[in-house]
């Protein structure tokens, strides 16, 4: 089981609207790298949903519920998606300035490779985000 960080612009697709529809289909992938990381999801790799825009945290998790397929919306087929199944709202969001003041976040492609939609993320990281959500 792996674990990753998706980024969705609220005012697009917010952490509140996949708790509501429980599930969706996660797309809008385009940057190749990102594309290679949505590619190796496997059912049961736990996600960490990051708001961007304005807020810039991490506000929930998910989990995948079907790992990649064709985009159905993508002529050109090189496209992506994949299923995800709402976990939980954290109780407190983890901000990106909390993020960049710990020890623990050094090296992560989220402060690395800053525009990158789709981002893997280590167990420690994982749990550390959890941590500062309670």
């Not at 949505?38 to 961007?52: M, P």
Request: aromatic fraction near 8%.
């Amino acid at each position: 089981m792996a674990n990753w960080l998706l980024k969705t612009e609220p005012s697009e697709y917010s952490a509140s609207d996949l708790q509501k529809a429980g599930t969706c289909a996660w797309d809008g992938v385009a940057n190749a790298l990102a594309l290679i990381h949505l590619r190796s999801f496997a059912r049961g790799d736990r996600v960490l949903i990051y708001h961007t825009g304005k807020e810039k945290q991490i506000v929930a998790t998910a989990v995948c519920h079907k790992p990649a397929y064709a985009d159905p919306k993508d002529k050109s087929g090189k496209l992506v998606v994949v299923d995800l199944k709402f976990d939980q709202m954290l109780a407190r969001p983890v901000t990106l300035d909390a993020i960049k003041r710990e020890p623990a976040f050094v090296g992560w492609d989220l402060l690395r490779i800053g525009r990158l939609s789709v981002v893997p993320t280590p167990d420690i990281m994982w749990n550390r985000v959890l941590q500062l959500s309670r």
